[in-house]
Structure formats: structure tokens, C-alpha cells
T-cell receptor, first 120, second 118 residues
């Protein structure tokens, strides 16, 4: 079964320090991995994705993520945190459809979310 | 603005009632996803439609049903509502840009419909 784990419910970082939000996954075949951010009372916004190629993926707002196949991880990082980065962050993985199903069928499974709090 | 529109934004109803949530995907997007977000359960995948047909199913209760219409808008029907159905319901759409593009494409989320069951 496909799954995503975000082991930390909350991450607290001082402004200007580097931040890491952890994500590990389990999926059949090659994974498509995503990070989304959710601000209060808003829908999720896409940050970045890994499909293939370079293991370090750069995204919006200065965020980047590192794909590690051997550790089945896709951690979100930023070199210098801003107070405005405080939000709820979700990791997601595309799960392959069952054998014989349409290629356009794909579950996209989200982790439980990590609340990032940046203190001034 | 993601381009995905959800109505209503807020809905308060009583147990046992039935409600319909509506989603209009981004122009040209064929895939529509429904998710439920509750405080203690994160974001749960409910169901996916592609060009009017159901394509993937998640943890959707039998009391819930959905459909996607020829104009590609989608509706999520929730019936015999219980207190535990109170949640934010999100719709998201994804474009079809060829097999590889569709498989790798990110989702665009609406602002959600907040359902409160009293």
C-alpha cells in the first residue's frame, strides 16, 4: 500500500535559521512526490515536485526538497526561515493505480501535515 | 487564485440531513479530486474523476457520493449526516497534458467548503 509519513506534528525554528520538514514515503515503482503549503482558512498551494532527474528540487518561496531513494525520503528545506513561512506543510505522493486500471487514475496521498512555526 | 471554485464556502446543517458541495475545476482540467480535512485526521482522499468517469476511490463512506458532469464540474453529495462529518471538504483539479504530464502534474486546490453538522 502507498503511504506518506510526516513524523513531526510541529517544527519550531528561529527566523533566519535553516529549516527542515521531514517526509518519508512508501509507493510501488517510481514515486512522484510533492510538497504543498496551507495557510489558515485557505486551500493548499503547490510548492514543488520531484518527478525524475536531479535529486534536489527547487520550488516557490525559496523552498527546496531533496529526494533520497535509498532512504525513501523527500525532506523540505529552506536555508533561512522567514516568519511568513509559518503555515501547515503537507507532503504528498502519487500512488500508482491497480494493474489494468486507467493510467489517468491516480490516488494522490497526503501526509498528516507538519505545522511550521517561525519565531522572530 | 488557483482557478478552482468551490461552493458553498460555509454550510451549517443538522444530523440526518443531506448536502451537496459543488466544484468547478480550472478551465481545461479534466481530473477532479475530493478530499476531506478534519482536525484529527489530516487530509483524506475521497475520490477522483477524470472526464466524467470515476477513476480512483479512497476512504469514501457509502453515505457519500460524487459525480462529474459533462461540463467537468463536480458535486460531492453527503447524506445522513453525522456529527463526525463536520470538516473542510476540498476539491482539486489537475490538467491533462499528455500521459507523462498528467501523471506528474500537481493539484490546484479550491478554498474549500466548511461543513458543520449540529
Amino acid at each position: 500500500a502507498q503511504s506518506v509519513a510526516q513524523p513531526e506534528d510541529q517544527v519550531n525554528v528561529a527566523e533566519g535559521n535553516p529549516l527542515t520538514v521531514k517526509c518519508t514515503y512508501s509507493v510501488s515503482g517510481n514515486p512522484y512526490l510533492f510538497w504543498y503549503v496551507q495557510y489558515p482558512n485557505r486551500g493548499l498551494q503547490f510548492l514543488l515536485k520531484y518527478i525524475t532527474g536531479d535529486n534536489l528540487v527547487k520550488g516557490s518561496y525559496g523552498f527546496e526538497a531533496e529526494f533520497n531513494k535509498s532512504q525513501t525520503s523527500f525532506h523540505l528545506k529552506k536555508p533561512s526561515a522567514l516568519v511568513s513561512d509559518s503555515a501547515l506543510y503537507f507532503c504528498a505522493v502519487r500512488a500508482l493505480p491497480s494493474v489494468g486500471r486507467y493510467s489517468s487514475a491516480s490516488k494522490i496521498i497526503f501526509g498528516s501535515g507538519t505545522r511550521l512555526s517561525i519565531r522572530p | 487564485d488557483s482557478g478552482v471554485t468551490q461552493t458553498p464556502k460555509h454550510l451549517i446543517t443538522a444530523t440526518g440531513q443531506r448536502v451537496t458541495l459543488r466544484c468547478s475545476p480550472r478551465s481545461g482540467d479534466l481530473s477532479v479530486y475530493w478530499y476531506q480535512q478534519s482536525l484529527d485526521q489530516g487530509l483524506q482522499f475521497l475520490i477522483q474523476y477524470y472526464n466524467g468517469e470515476e477513476r480512483a476511490k479512497g476512504n469514501i463512506l457509502e453515505r457519500f457520493s460524487a459525480q462529474q458532469f459533462p461540463d467537468l464540474h463536480s458535486e460531492l453529495n453527503l447524506s445522513s449526516l453525522e456529527l463526525g462529518d463536520s470538516a473542510l471538504y476540498f476539491c482539486a483539479s489537475r490538467g491533462a497534458t499528455g500521459l507523462a504530464g498528467e501523471e506528474s502534474g500537481e493539484l490546484f486546490f479550491g478554498e474549500g467548503s466548511r461543513l458543520t453538522v449540529l
